[in-house]
């Protein structure tokens, strides 16, 4: 088992690489996150930049770079799920119970996605160590984060209740108290932040929606729950 | 009669489909209970109600005085079988390893024990996408006895294996009944359930009734 966990260390590694260097040559990317996070930025700096950037080539960076993210949350996600649900589900939620196997899930697939994460911002660091990189980071963590807890709640309440309605009204409450922390806590103007924010929304409703026929078709791990 | 298991007023309905209707059963502590039934006659419904896995629409499922879904969401103490993969990727002793460490109370010892008992030790080190389906049925029946709890929840245990593997779990079953345990199972064979069980239940069209012996299902192994 023990040669697989660094197999498994070493398709992180590639994987989070080929994902660095696909994103950091995209346009805008290291400074639309640069926005997203820096509390430094003047709101001349913010004017300025919205002059310069605010296009829809911009808007096409921002959706293609969150859906990257969504992307990889995802299928950690699917991983856990086939894993722990589809296959050792009913053996495992038999021994720990409903609400501890809810925890399990969650604590899971947040370790999943988080290792897969600290190996990217390590090895960011690695190739470029510099001021820039470390806030593109801090960027990137954050988004993660919101992403991340948005998709394991709509997966969390979908098993839990079975409606896609409160499903998706959860992530959607979950992803705008996330999105309003980061508003305030770096006190940002109303920014591009806020117009990507609600891109990534729609986007966020429109995928989960299709994964409503996923969760359908194991209704028997519905009934366990 | 010391029951474990009391089945009440249990109905269970898919859509418009009634699988299970009223339902009312003691099952004896100690002891091998058997159901047999033609397919989608509700045997596997009844045993994922009993384990938990499926709330009746109608009635409860009491287990040592504890109501399923009110007192406690699953029975404690319970081992359970029904139609489920492992981890291809994995090992036979991996796969075990990995539920064994849910409860942390098992060491490799138990493992290799509870896979020899169904005759799986020299195969521990083996994948389980290159099992056979008798393999993979005999896994789950270790993963089931492993941690040997007090009651046995055994959905359709000899499906796929061959004339001496079933043999061999026959006599497993006996000695785990002999060492003071309570198994629920279902099978299609009237061989299997005569051979084994202390009562026998027919199940037909979502109605349960005792077996008189005049059934004929499938024709033995």
Redesign the interface.
């Known amino acids: 088992m023990r040669s697989r966990y660094f197999i498994n260390a070493f398709l992180a590694i590639g994987v989070s690489g080929v994902v660095f260097l696909f994103l950091d040559k995209l346009p805008y990317f290291r400074y639309l996150f640069l926005i997203d996070s820096l509390p430094q930025l003047s709101y001349s700096d913010f004017i300025f930049v919205m002059e310069k950037y605010y296009c829809l080539e911009v808007i096409v960076d921002i959706i293609f770079t969150e859906l990257l993210f969504y992307s990889i949350s995802v299928f950690g996600i699917i991983l856990i799920y086939s894993r722990y649900i589809e296959k050792l589900g009913p053996v495992i939620i038999t021994k720990l119970g409903k609400k501890r196997f809810l925890l399990f899930l969650a604590k899971k697939t947040l370790a999943l996605l988080f290792s897969v994460l600290t190996v990217f911002m390590i090895l960011t660091l690695v190739i470029e160590s510099n001021y820039f990189s470390f806030i593109s980071i801090l960027s990137f963590f954050i988004r993660f984060f919101i992403i991340t807890s948005s998709m394991t709640v709509f997966m969390m309440t979908m098993i839990m209740q079975r409606n896609v309605l409160y499903s998706l009204l959860m992530s959607i409450l979950v992803y705008a108290f996330l999105n309003l922390s980061i508003f305030v806590y770096f006190n940002l103007v109303v920014s591009q932040t806020v117009l990507s924010s609600i891109l990534f929304l729609l986007m966020i409703i429109a995928i989960n929606l299709g994964f409503v026929k996923i969760l359908r078709d194991y209704f028997g791990i519905h009934e366990i729950i | 009669m010391n029951t474990i298991i009391e089945i009440n007023d249990v109905c269970k309905k898919f859509k418009d489909h009634e699988v299970l209707k009223n339902v009312n059963l003691k099952i004896p502590r100690n002891q091998i209970t058997g159901f047999i039934g033609r397919n989608g006659s509700g045997k596997t419904v009844l045993l994922?109600i009993i384990?938990?896995?499926?709330?009746p629409s109608l009635g409860n499922v009491v287990i040592d005085g504890e109501t399923i879904g009110i007192d406690?969401?699953?029975?404690k103490n319970?081992g359970?079988l029904?139609e489920?993969?492992?981890?291809p990727?994995?090992t036979a002793h991996?796969?075990l390893?990995?539920?064994a460490n849910?409860?942390k109370e098992l060491d490799d010892y138990d493992l290799f024990k509870a896979l020899e008992t169904v005759g799986l030790r020299t195969e521990s080190k083996k994948r389980y996408r290159h099992f056979s389906t008798g393999m993979k049925q005999k896994l789950r029946i270790a993963?089931a006895i492993m941690g040997n709890p007090q009651l046995l929840i055994l959905d359709e245990p000899f499906n796929g294996l061959d004339v001496e593997s079933v043999k061999q779990v026959r006599e497993l079953l006996l000695s785990l009944k002999q060492a003071g345990k309570t198994i629920v199972l279902t099978s299609h064979y009237k061989e299997d359930i005569d051979f084994l069980c202390n009562q026998v239940f027919l199940i037909k069209d979502g109605e349960i009734s005792m077996n008189n012996g005049d059934v004929n299902l499938e024709k033995p192994h």
């Open positions: 994922k384990a938990g896995l499926l709330k406690t969401d699953f029975p319970v359970i029904f489920y993969d492992f981890l990727n994995l991996e796969n390893r990995i539920i849910i409860d993963q």
